[in-house]
């Protein structure tokens, strides 16, 4: 596998260490109906500019440095392919001062921004909103330790790390600024590995060194334009020239990536991976000896694997293979495709051209023969942008849903079969699995598409169980579960495409605050509420995700034996948490709290990395 390194000589690690940290009390205030003037709000968090000087990263684990050359070094002492380090691109050089196409590209970008589309005639993209509170970034944070307050941590944790990515801006945005835009950083809880449990957690917070990020931390300042909330109107148009221009002028390579690899992780073939779907998985390690987190690379899988994949692949828990797409706004507009056990893209891709219309197409579901696909009515419309002066994403009230079901080994499209199920919007899927010739998909349904990027604080998602004859009829029924504002879905891991019995939600309040988790029971389906169990994390406590760790592996064990983790931020306090909670009890009990040195914002997705999964990771 080729891991496309965008770490060189000048990708400088970043000088957290030293950088000056805010108390609590300096985070920006929740807004209110008149916010203080833009530049105060985000720059009360975000330090002086970082100077570069080079600086070699020690990695403990391998015991001498993370720089490119470590890369070539660790490939004298395996039988895998050797990393291939890119070509330095001239954007990645030491920064100098702004050339004057790029002068001219920044004076052009500022009068959008000022005159054109200022933030402040679009609420739900203005940075002094989307940023506030919780949701203000954050320095990076070495590896530092953090007392276990309350219980102990469980032995199915112990020398272990939960992993939450979530958008963190590097750059004070100039203009409006979507949730979904920030640069991607990792906050991992290494939980103490002996003991009684009792013994500190390390937490560290790094960027994911993408491209976008390491060019934009040279330029000192944004330079790509912000995917969710930039194209828009006229001024999408201007700001879509202006990226050109910096294209034809060498001041961006878009070849070399525009993700973010801020929305979720994956563990597979002995690799830990941040990802963005609008790009190529990162490879990242996290040191199993002090915490520490390093940007491996860019992966394209030994050039198998082009422009971009899903957040939200889906691993095989009895084969170890992971299935995946892409999705996009040219044909195919889907495209599918697997890896196998050992990491390696595996099959053809299978285009699917049977989606003749862009979608938001955020998760899929597999079961033991299938994958399954919603086709939502999030759709693309970039005409909408040239010749109407609208988003180039909205929702199409005049598209039916659909659910594809495709055989997870094809070749082709031809076996694929669409199911309509209208008003069926699931942004994302729970669980799948076959049962007596049905096909079982249980997700949440956003109830308000029109507001499912734009407003997110307006949608509802309930969840349902949606039921296709498959091998009769092809009849759809629909079962609602929980007429509860629930997102963020997980179960037990070692469930994943066959028939299970409990799902574990974050309760929106409103979206994309989670103020509790519930613990759904499908047994109950047809029977009204399905929820067995709720937590509330506590007046103005807001978490995320939850993410179950079982008990251990063993076949014998229930379901439900076993752990959700979360960081839990208290707005009262101003002090951010990372929670334990026993999936079994009533009330999801609180067996273990670990304080944490200074704020975690509110992110994605989670992933919990076994003491045995981090120390299989490999060197490059
Ligand atoms: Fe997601």
Not at 235 to 241: F, I, K, V
Request: a neutral charge; one cysteine or more.
């Amino acid at each position: 596998m080729n891991v496309l390194s965008v770490s060189s000589s000048t990708a400088f690690p970043a000088r957290s260490g030293r950088r000056r940290r805010l108390p609590p009390s300096r985070l920006p205030p929740t807004p209110s109906p008149s916010p203080p003037p833009f530049p105060s709000v985000v720059s009360a968090v975000k330090t002086v500019e970082k100077t570069l000087e080079p600086q070699i990263k020690k990695d403990p684990a391998a015991g001498t440095s993370t720089g490119p050359r470590k890369v070539a070094d660790d490939h004298r002492n395996t039988t895998r392919p050797p990393t291939i380090a890119r070509p330095k691109p001239a954007s990645l050089r030491p920064r100098k001062p702004p050339s004057l196409m790029a002068t001219v590209c920044n004076d052009l970008e500022e009068l959008i921004h000022t005159f054109i589309d200022p933030p402040v005639l679009r609420p739900s993209v203005d940075p002094r909103r989307v940023l506030s509170n919780n949701f203000a970034p954050v320095d990076e944070l070495p590896p530092t330790p953090c007392p276990v307050v309350r219980g102990a941590i469980p032995r199915c944790l112990a020398g272990g790390a939960y992993i939450r990515n979530g958008p963190n801006p590097q750059h004070l945005p100039r203009g409006p600024h979507h949730l979904f835009d920030g640069d991607g950083m990792l906050h991992s809880l290494l939980l103490p590995a002996s003991g009684d449990g009792t013994d500190p957690a390390v937490l560290c917070s790094r960027y994911v060194h993408t491209y976008k990020y390491l060019l934009e931390r040279n330029a000192g300042a944004p330079v790509f334009p912000s995917v969710f909330s930039g194209f828009h109107g006229f001024a999408g148009l201007a700001r879509g020239a202006v990226t050109a221009a910096r294209v034809l002028t060498g001041q961006m390579n878009p070849m070399e990536g525009a993700g973010l690899a801020n929305t979720s992780l994956v563990f597979f073939g002995d690799r830990l991976y941040a990802l963005g779907e609008s790009d190529l998985p990162y490879a990242v390690r996290v040191s199993p000896e002090d915490g520490e987190i390093f940007t491996l690379g860019r992966c394209d899988f030994d050039g198998r694997l082009f422009m971009g994949m899903t957040a939200h692949p889906k691993k095989d828990p009895s084969t170890g293979e992971l299935f995946a797409f892409r999705y996009g706004p040219v044909p195919p507009f889907l495209t599918y495709f697997r890896f196998d056990a050992e990491g390696n893209k595996a099959g053809p891709d299978v285009p699917i051209f049977s989606v003749q219309q862009p979608s938001f197409l955020h998760d899929f579901a597999v079961t033991g023969r299938y994958a399954v696909f919603p086709d939502l009515q999030i759709v693309m419309k970039p005409m909408d942008m040239v010749l109407g002066g609208g988003a180039p994403v909205g929702s199409d009230n005049s598209k039916v849903p659909r659910i594809g079901v495709l055989p997870r080994y094809a070749t082709s499209e031809a076996e694929m079969r669409w199911f309509e199920v209208p008003g069926f919007n699931p942004v994302h899927a729970v669980n799948a699995w076959e049962e007596e010739g049905d096909l079982v998909l249980v997700a949440p349904n956003v109830l308000s598409v029109e507001h499912a990027l734009e407003r997110m604080e307006l949608v509802h998602s309930s969840m349902e169980m949606v039921r296709i004859d498959l091998e009769g009829s092809g009849a759809v029924s629909r079962t609602p579960l929980s007429a509860a504002n629930l997102d963020f879905g997980v179960i037990h891991p070692g469930y994943l495409g066959r028939r299970n019995r409990y799902a574990y939600l974050g309760v929106g309040d409103p979206m994309p605050k989670i103020s509790g988790v519930v613990k759904l029971d499908f047994e109950s389906a047809g029977h009204g509420d399905c929820v067995v169990a709720r937590r509330h994390f506590g007046r103005g406590c807001f978490g995320g995700e939850p993410v179950f760790v079982p008990k251990s592996e063993r076949e014998e064990e229930e379901e439900d034996e076993g752990y959700l983790v979360s960081y839990v931020h208290d707005e009262v306090r101003a002090e951010s948490r990372f929670v334990v909670m026993d999936a079994q009890s009533p009330e999801l009990d609180i067996v273990a709290e670990v304080l944490l040195p200074r704020r975690v914002p509110y992110g994605f997705h989670g992933l919990f990395v076994s003491k045995e999964e981090l120390r299989s990771q490999r060197q490059s």
